[in-house]
DNA sequence: CGTTAATGGTGGCATATGCCACTAAATGAA
DNA sequence: TTCATTTAGTGGCATATGCCACCATTAACG
């Protein structure tokens, strides 16, 4: 097969994804910037707000991010003041994070321009197949790829 | 209403998206780390090799990645010795990119692990359904989001 | 021509994410 | 109780990505 009849990187779902993932942050990034906050952030302060004083664990297991990642990514919004961390009482390992009452007001400013920014891109490709994706997103994120241990 | 009825972060389409991306990120990078490359890695290898000695420029269009991001993103490559780059002789403000013989060896290597870890995807989800995916993520990746200029 | 504007990249800085080694705390077994 | 094991996070290091300011080159225009 020549090189040049190779199929593009459009048969790799990993890629498309990533691709498709820059694309829309790109454009989320851009509406939510007057807010000072990027996409993932609003996303991260909002979970934390939906959560209850949800522990650093608990996050980065609905976000199936990184524990580590969780918690440099945190950092920015700590060291900004929209959040702050506790440990459990009952056991101390455990971290605990919840909004600042500037947080919180942050995040208002920030769900706004979210709200726009959804809108508009259900919008651009219609609210059931905006549906549709998301339902399709959140099945990969469930997904078991381990060989079942026979 | 109460913030404990609040939807989840399903609602988000970025959110969503970016959370299946980490998701099949991980997986892939599993499958593939035995070759020394992380998937977006190999997914660029890859894209140098079926360009025909692609400019910089042309990449970061096709990936829909920022140019200085890609430029970033090759250098662990170059360090490596698995691509090289050289000024276009008409036109020296353009950088172009090639795999080395050692990148192309590489690029095999890891085309195999891709391979299984894909088709193991395509398992799961199925063939069809994967299709159907990588399509719609095509089509957020071609959106325009512009407001149209009355 | 020569000045101005547009194009293609680079470097610095910042966030996003992940892995690994290591520490502290809680749990379980002897 | 005491020690091995598991659990929850941290810090360091590396890649992934983006934005902005800046430089070199080329194209455009008067």
Redesign the interface.
Known sequence: MS??T?P?????????????????????DDVMAPSGLK??QQ?LL??I??G?EPAMGAIAA????DLSALGHTLKPLIRDGYVETFADPDDRRIKRVRLTPRGLVKLDEAMKL?SV??Q???D??GKD??A???A??????A???DLPAS
Chains 1, 2 share one sequence.
């Open positions: 090189k040049d190779l593009g990187l459009t048969l790799c779902n990993n890629a498309m994804l990533r691709r498709a993932a820059r694309k829309l942050g790109q454009f989320y996409a993932t996303g909002y979970q707000h939906i209850n609905s976000l199936i991010m979210w920014a959804q508009r891109f259900e651009v490709v197949q905006a549709k994706l998301r399709a997103l959140d099945d990969i994120a997904l078991d790829f």
